[in-house]
C-alpha cells in the first residue's frame, strides 16, 4: 500500500523536477557570462564581444530554428547547411556574374532554397526516401552545384554595396542580423506554439498515423515543413554573405553540426522534451559564449568542434532521458 500510494507522489515530484529542468540552459548561460567576465574582464565582458556574438551567431540561430520543422515532424533535413551556402553563393553570384539587381537577386535565392526544401519534402513525403538519405544527397548536388558554379573561387568583386550593410550594420547599438533573428524567431515561436500549424506538426511527429486518423494531411504538412526549413537557410544565407561580403563556396556545410546541436540541446531548454524556438535560440547562444569564453581564456581554434560535438551527444541523451522520466 505503501508503494502504491508514493508512486502518485513519486510521478508529482519527477513532472515538477522536469518543469524547472526547463530554466537550466538559460541559467547556465548566465553562469557562463558572469565566470568569463571575471576571468576576462577586458576581453569578454565588453560591449564589443556582446555585438560580435549577436551579429554572427544570428546566422547560426536562425539556421537552427530552420531546422527544427522537419525535426518536429520526426524527420531530418541534413541539407540545410548546404543550402545556406546556396544562398549565400547565390545573392552574391547573381549579381557578380549575371548581373541581376539586389533584391531580385535576394528573392531568387531564398525562393531556389524553398523549392530545394520542397523536393525533400516530396522526396520523404510522396517517393518515401528516408529523410537522411534523400537529404544527404540534396545535399551533396547542392555543394557540387555551388563548386561548379563559382568553378571554386570565392565571388568578392561586384557585389551590391547593399548587401554587407544587412548585416554590418547596427540599429539602437543592435547589429542589423539580431533584428532579422528576432522577427524570424518570433514567426516561428508564434507559428508553432499559438496556431493550427503548430500543433498539427507536433501531432505529426508525435505518431503520425495517429495524426492520419485525426484527418491531418501528413505529407503536405511534411512537405511543408521541408520549405519552411529551405526558406529560412536561404535567408540565413543571405545574412551569412552580408556578414562575410563575398560568396564563398566553402561556407554553407560547416553550419550543418552546430545548427543540429542547437536544436537537440534546445529541446533541453524551456519546453522540456520538445524542440522548441526559445530553447534553440539560448542553445545556439550557450555554445557561442562557451566556445568565445574559452577561446578568449587562450585555448585552441578546434575547442569550437570539440565543443559542439559534446553538446550534441548531452543533448540527444539529457532528452531521452527526460523524455523518459516525463512517461
Same mark, same amino acid.
Given at each position: 500500500?505503501?508503494?502504491?500510494?508514493?508512486?502518485?507522489?513519486?510521478?508529482?515530484?519527477?513532472?515538477?523536477?522536469?518543469?524547472?529542468?526547463?530554466?537550466?540552459?538559460?541559467?547556465?548561460?548566465?553562469?557562463?557570462?558572469?565566470?568569463?567576465?571575471?576571468?576576462?574582464?577586458?576581453?569578454?565582458?565588453?560591449?564589443?564581444?556582446?555585438?560580435?556574438?549577436?551579429?554572427?551567431?544570428?546566422?547560426?540561430?536562425?539556421?537552427?530554428?530552420?531546422?527544427?520543422?522537419?525535426?518536429?515532424?520526426?524527420?531530418?533535413?541534413?541539407?540545410?547547411?548546404?543550402?545556406?551556402?546556396?544562398?549565400?553563393?547565390?545573392?552574391?553570384?547573381?549579381?557578380?556574374?549575371?548581373?541581376?539587381?539586389?533584391?531580385?537577386?535576394?528573392?531568387?535565392?531564398?525562393?531556389?532554397?524553398?523549392?530545394?526544401?520542397?523536393?525533400?519534402?516530396?522526396?520523404?513525403?510522396?517517393?518515401?526516401?528516408?529523410?537522411?538519405?534523400?537529404?544527404?544527397?540534396?545535399?551533396?548536388?547542392?555543394?557540387?552545384?555551388?563548386?561548379?558554379?563559382?568553378?571554386?573561387?570565392?565571388?568578392?568583386?561586384?557585389?551590391?554595396?547593399?548587401?554587407?550593410?544587412?548585416?554590418?550594420?547596427?540599429?539602437?547599438?543592435?547589429?542589423?542580423?539580431?533584428?532579422?533573428?528576432?522577427?524570424?524567431?518570433?514567426?516561428?515561436?508564434?507559428?508553432?506554439?499559438?496556431?493550427?500549424?503548430?500543433?498539427?506538426?507536433?501531432?505529426?511527429?508525435?505518431?503520425?498515423?495517429?495524426?492520419?486518423?485525426?484527418?491531418?494531411?501528413?505529407?503536405?504538412?511534411? #512537405?511543408?515543413?521541408?520549405? +519552411?526549413? $529551405?526558406?529560412?537557410?536561404? =535567408? /540565413?544565407?543571405?545574412? *551569412?554573405?552580408?556578414? !562575410?561580403?563575398?560568396?564563398?563556396?566553402?561556407?554553407?556545410?560547416?553550419?550543418?553540426?552546430?545548427?543540429?546541436?542547437?536544436?537537440?540541446?534546445?529541446?533541453?531548454?524551456?519546453?522540456?522534451?520538445?524542440?522548441?524556438?526559445?530553447?534553440?535560440?539560448?542553445?545556439?547562444?550557450?555554445?557561442?559564449?562557451? #566556445?568565445?569564453?574559452?577561446? +578568449?581564456? $587562450?585555448?585552441?581554434?578546434? =575547442? /569550437?568542434?570539440?565543443? *559542439?560535438?559534446?553538446? !550534441?551527444?548531452?543533448?540527444?541523451?539529457?532528452?531521452?532521458?527526460?523524455?523518459?522520466?516525463?512517461?
Amino acid at each position: 500500500m505503501k508503494s502504491t500510494a508514493a508512486a502518485p507522489v513519486q510521478k508529482r515530484a519527477t513532472l515538477t523536477l522536469i518543469k524547472y529542468a526547463g530554466l537550466f540552459l538559460p541559467l547556465f548561460m548566465v553562469a557562463l557570462i558572469v565566470l568569463f567576465s571575471i576571468l576576462a574582464p577586458d576581453t569578454f565582458a565588453t560591449s564589443t564581444t556582446a555585438v560580435t556574438l549577436l551579429r554572427t551567431e544570428s546566422v547560426s540561430a536562425i539556421l537552427a530554428i530552420a531546422l527544427l520543422f522537419p525535426l518536429i515532424v520526426g524527420e531530418f533535413d541534413l541539407s540545410v547547411g548546404a543550402n545556406l551556402g546556396l544562398s549565400a553563393i547565390l545573392v552574391t553570384g547573381l549579381p557578380s556574374l549575371q548581373g541581376l539587381e539586389f533584391l531580385p537577386s535576394i528573392m531568387i535565392a531564398v525562393t531556389t532554397c524553398g523549392l530545394i526544401g520542397l523536393v525533400n519534402g516530396i522526396l520523404v513525403a510522396k517517393v518515401r526516401i528516408n529523410a537522411l538519405v534523400a537529404t544527404l544527397g540534396t545535399g551533396v548536388i547542392i555543394t557540387g552545384s555551388v563548386f561548379w558554379y563559382t568553378d571554386g573561387n570565392v565571388i568578392f568583386s561586384g557585389i551590391p554595396e547593399a548587401l554587407p550593410m544587412l548585416a554590418q550594420t547596427d540599429f539602437l547599438g543592435i547589429p542589423t542580423p539580431a533584428y532579422f533573428l528576432i522577427g524570424v524567431g518570433f514567426a516561428s515561436w508564434y507559428a508553432l506554439q499559438h496556431t493550427p500549424l503548430g500543433r498539427y506538426l507536433y501531432a505529426i511527429g508525435g505518431s503520425k498515423d495517429a495524426a492520419r486518423l485525426s484527418g491531418l494531411n501528413v505529407d503536405n504538412l511534411t #512537405i511543408l515543413a521541408f520549405v +519552411l526549413a $529551405g526558406v529560412l537557410a536561404g =535567408v /540565413a544565407g543571405v545574412l *551569412q554573405a552580408a556578414l !562575410l561580403g563575398s560568396g564563398n563556396p566553402n561556407v554553407g556545410p560547416p553550419f550543418l553540426l552546430p545548427a543540429f546541436a542547437a536544436a537537440f540541446l534546445g529541446a533541453t531548454a524551456i519546453y522540456i522534451g520538445r524542440f522548441n524556438v526559445l530553447g534553440t535560440i539560448f542553445a545556439v547562444f550557450t555554445v557561442a559564449i562557451g #566556445i568565445n569564453g574559452l577561446q +578568449l581564456l $587562450g585555448l585552441p581554434f578546434y =575547442v /569550437a568542434p570539440i565543443f *559542439q560535438g559534446v553538446a !550534441l551527444i548531452v543533448a540527444v541523451t539529457a532528452v531521452r532521458l527526460l523524455r523518459q522520466q516525463a512517461i
